[in-house]
Nanobody, 126 residues
Framework: QVQVVESGGGSVQAGGSLRLSCEVS?????????MGWFRQAADAEREAVAA???????AYADSVKGRFTISKDNAKNTLYLQLNNLKPEDTAEYYC???????????????????WGQGILVTVSS
């Protein structure tokens, strides 16, 4: 049975940092997928923010480029998202996600990531 545990969210002031983690257990092939994060703010459409493919190549939304860093540790089955220089507009529920039918690459990640986690709240105050 696959279990996904997200952690690391919370409340910070603008300019602060957080590190989100997404640990996957019970499934040994996750490292072969494109993994990513998307977020959804209240009364807003979801926004894919970052993705990393099976080879470690990364991609970011323009809104977070230079501030967020996605990484993964395949040995720990864990995906990370480092959030730096946070802004109030980064406030949202963040979801660990995956593309499972793309051969491990992230083509179409901006709109095709499927949530794996339950979501974790990030709140940034000004």
């Amino acid at each position: 049975q696959v279990q996904v545990v997200e952690s690391g969210g919370g409340s910070v002031q603008a300019g602060g940092s957080l590190r989100l983690s997404c640990e996957v257990s019970g499934y040994t092939y996750y490292s072969r997928y494109c993994m990513g994060w998307f977020r959804q703010a209240a009364d807003a459409e979801r926004e894919a923010v970052a993705a990393i493919d099976r080879d470690g190549s990364v991609a970011y939304a323009d809104s977070v480029k230079g501030r967020f860093t996605i990484s993964k540790d395949n040995a720990k089955n864990t995906l990370y998202l480092q959030l730096n220089n946070l802004k109030p507009e980064d406030t949202a529920e963040y979801y660990c996600a995956a593309l499972t039918d793309s051969g491990g690459y992230c083509s179409g990640w901006e709109y095709a990531l499927d949530a794996w986690g339950q979501g974790i709240l990030v709140t940034v105050s000004s």
